[in-house]
């Protein structure tokens, strides 16, 4: 039974830092790609950073470039986003995905790919 679990979502205000984490079980973790995905409510989820197995290989989308990092370690079964300079537009629920793929496709970003989700984590940016 996979289990995706997120978590260090909270209140911070604009300007903050914020890390989120989020561990997987039942599947084979240092196989799969991994991504975040953020939705704001009444709106589509869309995806914020993508990483490859190894960690190598990294995407971002949007404004996450240049403020988000994401990582990941395979030791611990963990993938990390690491928000910083965030910003009021940043407030959403941020979702953990587990790949299909070794690798980030190029369609990464639209959940294809994706087999497994967490329940999300809650961020919001105080302006």
């Known amino acids: 039974q996979v289990q995706v679990v997120e978590s260090g979502g909270g209140l911070v205000q604009a300007g903050g830092s914020l890390r989120l984490s989020c561990t997987a079980s039942?599947?084979?973790?240092?196989?799969?790609?991994m991504a975040w995905f953020r939705q704001v409510p009444g709106k589509e989820r869309e995806g914020v950073s993508c990483?490859?197995?190894?960690?190598?290989?990294?995407y971002y989308r949007g404004s996450a470039e240049g403020r988000f990092t994401i990582s990941r370690d395979n030791s611990k079964n963990t993938l990390y986003l690491q928000m910083n300079s965030l910003k009021p537009e940043d407030t959403a629920d941020y979702y953990c995905?587990?790949?299909?793929?070794?690798?980030?496709?190029?369609?990464?970003?639209?959940?294809?790919?994706?087999?497994?989700w967490g329940q999300g984590t809650r961020v919001t940016v105080s302006s």
């Open positions: 990483i490859s197995w190894h960690g190598r290989d990294t």
């Open positions: 039942g599947l084979a973790f240092d196989e799969k790609a």
């Open positions: 995905a587990t790949g299909r793929y070794a690798f980030c496709t190029g369609a990464w970003f639209t959940q294809e790919g994706f087999d497994y």
